[in-house]
């Protein structure tokens, strides 16, 4: 397992991720994503652990609520040190009937981090991540209650998930203006089966360094070798109860044509090659693994092990490639001469 910096700070976090979207069941789509009682899941966190995974992520609507449950009481069960373990959740959705129990306000975020708190059973949370974007509070509200948090020793670092480019760029001015806790990671969903996050947000994080943490890398199920053109997974499988995140179908199952001959010659599993994928762009710090069993993450943690050759790596480009999109295909066309000046004084 290797470990990467985490965003513009001396944090290392391992390249895996082990997400708790599967533990608890609460709640009708929950359930179908995986209802992991409290036995199974610390054999999952264990086989982690065990496997050099140091970073955990949750959040407080799981399950509402469980998946923190389960997850604080598995590491009180395996007896792993508080300073060996990166613990992430995230606030913003609904946490209870009251009018003011969601969105970003300060008030959610003062009662959310108590009560994730207590769930967890610890006394601190590593990243503390604001879970969508919140149309009714200002950023500076957000960040300013963030930042308290972070002063007063219950947060360690703060980050974003779901945000647009511009969304992301306004809280970093904000927080750079008023000496604010800045956001130092994005979780977000990039796959090989959707890679529009490289329009506008991968750019973003690599100038501002921010790490990246990618949830559902497998597309929701759909690249994880039971579905292709001619192949549906049997019924009750996470696709078929669950039709998310959305997906190019055509273009995914063009993916896994040419991930299914990749994995063939390497003798590994065509999900390995997706997040093996991922594990090779530059951007990614940690990708978000989720699993039901040991042997689904058996599987998930061997690919940390996959090398992808240059190859190899330019035939999945191209299968998967976006299409051309303004102003990009603009930026390509009119900055080519600028490029080659640089290429040409970096080789002298």
Request: aromatic residues 8%; negative net charge; charged residues 25%.
């Amino acid at each position: 397992m290797r470990y990467r910096q985490f965003g513009n700070t001396g944090l290392f976090v391992s390249e895996l991720c082990l997400g708790t979207m599967t533990f608890g069941g609460e709640g009708e789509m929950w359930n179908q994503i995986g209802d992991l009682q409290q036995a199974d899941a610390d054999k999952l966190i264990g086989r982690a652990f065990d496997a050099g995974i140091n970073f955990i992520d949750t959040a407080d609507v799981y399950s509402q609520g469980q998946s923190e449950v389960i997850t604080g009481q598995a590491l009180k069960n395996l007896d792993i040190a508080r300073d060996e373990v990166v613990v992430a959740t995230k606030v913003f959705g609904e946490t209870g009937p009251g009018v003011n129990a969601r969105g970003l306000t300060r008030y959610h975020i003062m009662e959310g981090v108590k009560a994730s708190l207590k769930r967890l059973q610890l006394d601190h949370i590593d990243l503390y991540q604001v879970h969508g974007f919140d149309p009714a509070t200002p950023i500076e509200e957000t960040l300013r209650a963030l930042n308290t948090l972070v002063e007063h020793g219950h947060v360690r670092y703060i980050g974003v998930s779901n945000w647009a480019a511009w969304q992301i760029m306004k809280a970093l001015g904000i927080a750079e203006r008023h000496g604010l806790a800045r956001f130092e990671s994005l979780q977000a969903y990039y796959t090989l089966a959707g890679r529009d996050l490289e329009r506008e947000i991968v750019p973003l994080l690599e100038s501002e360094s921010l790490g990246l943490m990618v949830w559902s890398p497998l597309a929701g199920g759909l690249l994880s070798g039971k579905y292709g053109r001619d192949k549906q997974a049997e019924a009750g499988s996470r696709r078929t109860t669950f039709d998310f995140p959305p997906v190019a179908v055509e273009r995914a199952y063009d993916c896994i044509e040419v991930m299914q001959g990749i994995a063939g010659a390497k003798g590994v599993s065509v999900a390995q090659i997706a997040l093996a994928w991922l594990l090779h762009q530059r951007a990614v710090t940690s990708v978000i693994v989720g699993a039901k069993r040991i042997d689904q993450l058996d599987d998930n943690i061997a690919a940390s092990e996959v090398r992808l050759s240059d190859e190899e790596l330019a035939e999945l480009q191209a299968v998967s490639a976006l299409p051309p999109e303004y102003p990009g295909w603009m930026f390509e066309r009119q900055g080519d001469y600028r490029r080659q000046q640089i290429d040409q004084s970096r080789q002298r």
